[in-house]
């Protein structure tokens, strides 16, 4: 490991320059295992939040009191350590220039995290395909990457939008509500632009999402997900 960055209390991005690395897309995940003095595994899947241009190669990992890896990760790993990477995997759940159609992201949580890849991506390559993220968070400190997605929708890499849903400033400009159907039909593109969604974020959020953006008119195959359930990290 090269250093970690504090992201929010709980969430911690690990900078890795692992050697031979090939290279991935924005969007994919790697396995990362660890293995105890004793012998026992544990293996953990984290998706990848550096764009494929970038220097490092990023995790970001919230940590779950009960898991098996993300304590580690968070609070014991120290610069030099080493880490055991499988990876990178998945080709579904990815996004470059070529696709077509308007880009909508949609975010929960630690959800955000493959979508901030692609966000990257998207300025690197200094795409003019229109980018939209709809990030949901329970406060404004759990707002992953907050500053950068902010320096983001300045520099027009982007149109975010935040929707906090347990707390927030009095002044708070923002949405104050979970995402749904009627969110989604505000923030999103209309279906006849055939946006090419991302839903990344808790499976109960995801779920939603799809479904709803089905119920609005989105053509199923063009509504692509990403879930991770609430245990095993």
């Given at each position: 490991m090269v250093e970690r960055v504090d992201e929010t209390a709980r969430a911690k991005s690990i900078v890795l320059d692992p050697p031979d690395w090939p290279?991935?897309?924005?969007?994919?995940?790697?396995?990362?295992?660890?293995?105890?003095?004793?012998?026992?595994?544990?293996?953990?899947?984290?998706?990848?939040?550096?764009?494929?241009?970038d220097r490092y190669l990023v995790l970001t990992v919230e940590r779950l009191d009960d898991g098996e890896v993300s304590p580690y990760l968070v609070d014991e790993l120290r610069a030099g350590d080493k880490l055991e990477l499988r990876g990178p995997i998945g080709g579904y759940f990815v996004w470059e220039q070529a696709l077509d159609g308007p880009l909508f992201l949609v975010g929960g949580g630690s959800g955000v995290v493959p979508l901030r890849s692609m966000l990257r991506h998207h300025q690197a390559v200094e795409s003019d395909t229109p980018a939209r993220l709809l990030y949901s968070a329970?406060?404004?400190?759990?707002?992953?990457?907050?500053?950068?997605?902010?320096?983001?929708?300045?520099?027009?890499?982007?149109?975010?939008?935040?929707?906090l849903t347990r707390e927030w400033p009095q002044t708070w400009p923002g949405y104050r509500r979970r995402i749904d159907r009627d969110l989604l039909a505000e923030v999103g593109w209309p279906p006849a632009e055939r946006p090419l969604v991302y839903v990344c974020g808790p499976t109960g959020l995801v779920e939603a999402a799809a479904n709803a953006l089905v119920e609005l008119g989105h053509e199923p195959a063009r509504v692509r997900t990403e879930r991770f359930g609430p245990t095993g990290a």
């Open positions: 290279g991935h897309r924005a969007g994919q995940h790697v396995d990362v295992r660890l293995t105890a003095e004793d012998g026992y595994r544990a293996q953990r899947s984290y998706s990848i939040a550096s764009a494929p241009e329970r406060s404004l400190e759990e707002v992953i990457y907050r500053d950068e997605l902010a320096r983001l929708a300045d520099d027009d890499v982007g149109d975010v939008r935040f929707t």
